[in-house]
Every structure is written in C-alpha cells, then in structure tokens.
C-alpha cells in the first residue's frame, strides 16, 4: 500500500510517501503510475522544493507553499490522491 502524508505549516508543506500499491505486477501497476507522475509532477512544478528518497520514502519540503503556483499544485496533489483513495483504497492512503 501507498502511505502518504501532508504536514501543512505556515508558509510550508512536506509530504511523504511511501510504499508499494502492489495492484498489478510491476511495470503495469496502474495505481503506482498515477501515484508516481503526481508526485513528480508536484516536486517538478513547485518552487522552492527539497527532495530525499531514503529508503523507499520520499519526502518533499515545499518552503513558500502559500505562493500561488505551490498552493495551486499542492492543492492539485491533495484532490488527486483523494481522488485515487475513492477509487483505490485497498491500495493508497492518507496516513
């Protein structure tokens, strides 16, 4: 299962995610893929962004989140994983 967590403070937003969807084999995980361009395309797009990948998680410090284009794509990000949790809840989640 894919975990993911935002932690919103003044002025600054992380995320975190972490897991597997394990929907399908690798390679044609549909849940993955979706999960997998959001969030490259947030971290991508935003400005402003500090990124690790340790260990299977990633986490995404956005600082100035309350810009327009950081707010306009992180509120993107959180509708589209609610969006995916509707339709696939066995294998993502808020955590």
Same mark, same amino acid.
């Given at each position: 299962m894919i975990r993911v967590k935002m932690i919103k403070k003044p !002025?600054?937003?992380t995320i975190i995610a972490s897991g597997h969807a394990q929907y399908s084999v690798k390679g044609s995980d549909i849940v993955c893929a979706a999960f997998s361009a959001l969030i490259t395309h947030? *971290? !991508?797009?935003?400005? !402003? *962004?500090? /990124?690790?990948?340790?260990?299977?998680?990633? /986490?995404?410090?956005?600082?100035?989140?309350?810009?327009?284009?950081?707010?306009? %794509? %992180?509120?993107?990000?959180? !509708?589209? *994983?609610n969006e995916l949790i509707s339709q696939y809840s066995q294998y993502i989640t808020w955590c």
């Open positions: !002025n600054q937003t947030t *971290v !991508n797009n935003c400005i !402003n *962004v500090t /990124t690790t990948d340790k260990n299977g998680t990633i /986490t995404a410090m956005i600082s100035d989140s309350e810009r327009i284009e950081n707010k306009t %794509l %992180l509120s993107a990000f959180e !509708n589209t *994983v």
